[in-house]
């Protein structure tokens, strides 16, 4: 767990993240309702209209650093004169507390509405539960759990991610409730507008600097050192012995109904997480520790208040930019205070080039750039020639992650092509056929790459990796998708959420899953009042780190042309929000939970995943032609039509050796 303490502390991971890897460490499961993942209640306003969790004088937060049971000091003290009136010396140790804070009643309590935990709910109660004992609204869950008599139940992570175990979608008839009200979706805090906008502003409390540091107390109750001993009789944090591991020997239980009873008293009431901690918990470092010892992220660029876009000439008006990326340099060549990576860029005809990069040269300076010298001369190109007339050419080259592989699609021959990078050109691995017309978009994520074709198919194939590095692409695919009509013209892919995404000219949108390839769902952005003139196209797909799609299309202007729009939708397929765009969508790129929206016309707009709310705009001199980042997580690169290679930073001063 160190690693991730670590990466947590120099917030390189989300608090969301840190709380799933201690759940996994200390062995909670998905596969287990005792051992469900546990997370925090945060707040504790569920009446106001609106809520403010950046202001530092909100007092909307929880006490991180007792049980939720104790968060009302009457309840607390009553906690702390129970543990000393039982017998110190008895067969049962004293506790503060009889049920754990996560147990199988808790999780079948949250997740009533969806199956398969409906059904585990009728299994447990023999039929649904009394109506007012529904998980009815989530102001009066947090009171129950923090007044209620013998209710001490903490959150489990849909609370953060997952809008439809909110919803009664399947329309159990859950009854009626005392004061006459059926049981339906759950009542949701005033500040709340719908399910989805529950998680979003719910995530986003979790995520704020209050949470960030103050959680590693709640860490200590729950993982660390108050969670035995001492330290957790002092933090009323003592729960039924039978439910620490270690406690309970069922093996030398010669009684077999006490052995029973033991096993159903395991079962029902949860089992208290691993300890991971001995000692406290550290703290998480603030923004600004955080960027000053590692320098500033693409997240932290991305929410910049200001950004500069640090121009250098790498093409021509006839020749752009479709791809810029960076692939690790040789470790002996090394400059000043780093080593030195390649920037490989690849133009509209194939030319490319290899650049001397460096992410971070000083704190002053945030990237070092010295162009390569043979670039000028257009001789090296990758190779086989790009088919003319591509839709989305920013979408025909990727790099594997360890920037070692160079994948190329688009080609006249319907090829994929793979070429090795390194120190001074791109040497062919080889050629990969499957697509009967050509390859019109390619996208990578891990071990897996998706390609598109004109053939209306999708095809996925797996990395070919020796020794940790990428080595090409096995020879056979894993599995070819079918169902659209004409041209695939994107696609993307998340092998943490073992979907594929994929949008073609025909205006529709299909999702798989990744590994299996098995259909789920269609997604039709636009339905055309007129066939003939109302066409949509959709250009980009995107899947965002919150699990929502992204998508960008085009439709006829009244004017003549075409217009832009950005649709957003859960990853279950519900429609969020839909937004029309002044500038004609020339590329798009995704980061975490903003994306990057590139115009024809030279918009660069950078919108959050949640509303697709615009966050910071600018204004470029000439359009956009691809827009990527470099694998350090450090600087955003765009290509403009005017052959130039933009490097985005917060404001501050570059050196680009060799500029013109």
């Not at 707040?43 to 006490?63: A, G, Q, V």
């Not at 429609?575 to 590139?598: H, N, P, Q, Y």
Request: aromatic share 10%.
């Amino acid at each position: 767990s160190s690693n991730s303490t670590m990466t947590w502390m120099e917030r390189r991971i989300s608090n969301f993240e840190y709380l799933m890897n201690l759940n996994t460490i200390a062995g909670r499961t998905y596969n287990d309702l005792s051992q469900y993942p546990v997370f925090p209640w945060v707040l504790t306003d569920y009446t106001s209209d609106s809520i403010d969790f950046d202001n530092p004088l909100c007092e909307c937060f929880r006490d991180f650093s007792k049980p939720i049971g104790a968060q009302v000091p009457e309840r607390a003290e009553h906690a702390d004169i129970k543990y000393h009136s039982l017998p110190q010396d008895g067969l049962d140790p004293p506790f503060h507390w009889g049920t754990l804070c996560s147990n199988p009643g808790a999780v079948l309590y949250f997740l009533v509405r969806m199956e398969p935990y409906t059904s585990l709910h009728i299994d447990l109660h023999g039929r649904f539960d009394h109506p007012d004992r529904h998980f009815y609204n989530v102001g009066q869950s947090y009171n129950s759990s923090t007044r209620g008599q013998g209710d001490c139940k903490e959150l489990i992570p849909e609370f953060f991610y997952l809008p439809e175990f909110l919803v009664n979608s399947n329309e159990f008839d859950f009854g009626t409730r005392h004061d006459g009200k059926p049981v339906g979706d759950v009542i949701l805090p005033n500040w709340a507008k719908s399910p989805e906008d529950f998680i979003v502003k719910h995530r986003a409390a979790l995520e704020s600097e209050y949470v960030s540091n103050h959680i590693n107390h709640w860490i200590d109750l729950i993982f660390g050192y108050k969670q035995r001993g001492q330290a957790s009789i002092e933090a009323l944090n003592v729960y039924h012995y039978t439910s620490y591991e270690g406690m309970v020997d069922l093996d030398n239980e010669k009684d077999p109904k006490k052995r029973r009873a033991l096993e159903a008293q395991i079962s029902n009431f949860g089992q208290t997480p691993r300890q991971i901690f001995k000692e406290p918990h550290p703290k998480r470092m603030n923004l600004s520790e955080a960027t000053s010892l590692k320098g500033s992220t693409l997240s932290h660029v991305l929410r910049a208040a200001a950004l500069k876009a640090n121009a250098i000439q790498m093409g021509t008006p006839d020749n752009p930019l479709i791809f810029a990326g960076v692939s690790g340099g040789s470790p002996n060549q090394v400059i000043e205070r780093g080593v030195m990576d390649n920037l490989v860029t690849i133009s509209k005809n194939g030319v490319y080039g290899i650049h001397n990069w460096l992410a971070r040269w000083t704190g002053a300076h945030p990237f070092y750039c010295e162009k390569d010298t043979q670039l000028e001369e257009g001789v090296r190109c990758v190779s086989g020639p790009f088919t003319p007339g591509a839709r989305t050419p920013c979408n025909l080259v990727r790099l594997s992650a360890d920037g070692r592989v160079l994948f190329t699609a688009g080609l006249w021959d319907n090829s994929i092509r793979t070429g090795r990078v390194n120190q001074h050109e791109i040497i062919p691995l080889g050629v990969l056929y499957q697509h009967k017309n050509v390859v019109s978009c390619i996208e990578l994520d891990g071990k897996y790459l998706a390609t598109g074709g004109r053939d209306t198919t999708v095809v996925i194939w797996k990395l070919l990796r020796k020794g940790g590095e990428c080595h090409g692409l096995k020879p056979h695919p894993s599995a070819i998708l079918y169902g659209h009509n004409s041209e695939v013209t994107c696609v993307a892919l998340s092998q943490e959420l073992d979907i594929v995404v994929s949008g073609s000219t025909e205006g529709i949108v299909l999702i798989h899953t990744l590994k299996l390839g098995t259909y789920i769902r269609t997604l039709v952005p636009h339905i055309p009042a007129d066939p003939d003139s109302d066409h949509f196209t959709v250009s980009f797909v995107g899947i965002a780190s919150n699990g929502n799609l992204v998508i960008a299309g085009k439709l006829p202007s009244n004017k003549g042309g075409h217009h832009s729009v950005i649709y957003l939708y859960t990853i279950n397929g519900k429609l969020i929000k839909r937004a029309k765009l002044e500038d004609e969508t020339s590329a798009m790129f995704l980061e975490g939970e903003r994306v990057v929206l590139g115009g024809a016309t030279g918009s660069l707009e950078i919108r959050d995943t949640d509303y697709i709310n615009i966050k910071h705009k600018l204004r470029l001199k000439t359009g956009v032609v691809a827009i990527a980042k470099d694998p350090r997580n450090q600087h955003l690169f765009v290509t403009t039509m005017d052959g130039k290679l933009l490097i985005l930073t917060p404001t501050a001063k570059a050196y680009v050796k060799g500029k013109k």
